[in-house]
């Protein structure tokens, strides 16, 4: 059984097309909850045209915002089905996205997750001209250890993005959604689903992103505190042993070093000086963290 876990934050002209492409899937979905986290924008009417175009569709406006992860925590809990997939409120899905999540998810039992590659290319935006096509090498199936090693271990970023399809019993094993690691956190649920479970992936461009810009993609400090922070801290949750502890902290220090001080010159050579004066102040609680090795 498929449940679809669809997150909606004020985008009600782009709703119809997503769930358009969602309701065009060869492997239908059994449940479909669309999630608004209380838009200005009411998508509404938007959403409950969409009713009869799935078996079950379940549409609900909280009454309050609830941030990223207040709402994916929970849309993600009404899900029933074996298998649960998290999915934009502005992308389009290939038709072929849930059938293909699920076949590779059941030729890999170990595997907790699964994602895809993303197309940004059939939409061409600010931030990518004319657009590009992700895919990454890895195997179809990936020992969690080894992928957590390869993807985040002296990084600050994740080569899976917020759509994916996840296992029941994964989620009943990993949730919530950590609130302090923002509109990030589900990037950290990634990582701890590397410490219990295999990582699936179907190389192809399933996902057609909405990769417009937006103030959750603009620079800030408090975005890089925050995701260096969540490295160290699974790092620490992930390494098997001491030594193997010592040599990750020890590259990732390497890594959040030179990433402060490129976003330092970035801020420099933009003439931003309100960037710059806000580096200088991130720049001891930085420091503490990584010389501590931990948030």
């Not at 709402?71 to 502005?90: R, S, Y």
């Not at 990454?136 to 390869?150: K, L, S, V």
């Not at 922070?229 to 390497?254: T, V």
Request: glycine share 6%.
């Amino acid at each position: 059984m498929i449940s679809v876990c669809l997150t909606h934050y004020n985008r009600p002209d782009k709703l119809a097309a997503t769930l358009e492409s969602l309701a065009k899937q060869t492997r239908a979905p059994d449940e479909v909850f669309v999630q608004d986290d209380c838009s200005p924008n009411d998508p509404t009417a938007v959403a409950l045209a969409f009713t009869h175009r799935f078996k079950k569709f379940v549409y609900e406006r909280n009454d309050k915002n609830l941030g990223m992860p207040g709402n994916l925590n929970k849309v993600v809990q009404k899900a029933t089905g074996d298998f649960i997939a998290n999915l934009h409120d502005a992308d389009e899905f290939h038709p072929q996205l849930l059938e293909k999540w699920v076949a590779v998810l059941s030729r890999h039992p170990s595997a907790g997750l699964a994602f895809c590659g993303y197309d940004a290319q059939s939409k061409p935006t600010v931030l990518q001209k004319p657009g590009r096509i992700w895919i990454h090498d890895f195997e179809e199936c990936t020992p969690g250890h080894d992928f957590f090693e390869r993807v985040y271990v002296g990084s600050s970023s994740s080569p899976i993005w917020g759509t994916v399809m996840v296992r029941r019993e994964v989620y009943d094993r990993h949730l919530p959604f950590d609130s302090r690691f923002g509109m990030w956190s589900d990037v950290d649920m990634w990582m701890r689903v590397c410490g219990t479970h295999d990582i699936a992936y179907v190389a192809e461009p399933l996902i057609i992103l909405d990769n417009t810009d937006t103030p959750v993609r603009a620079f800030h400090w408090g975005k890089v505190s925050v995701t260096h922070a969540m490295h160290f801290e699974n790092i620490h949750r992930m390494a098997r042993d001491s030594r193997e502890q010592a040599a990750w902290l020890a590259k990732q220090r390497r890594y959040s070093l030179w990433t402060y001080a490129r976003h330092l010159a970035s801020r420099m050579t933009r003439a931003d000086f309100s960037g710059l004066a806000g580096g200088c102040l991130a720049l001891p609680r930085f420091v503490g963290m990584i010389a501590k090795g931990r948030s």
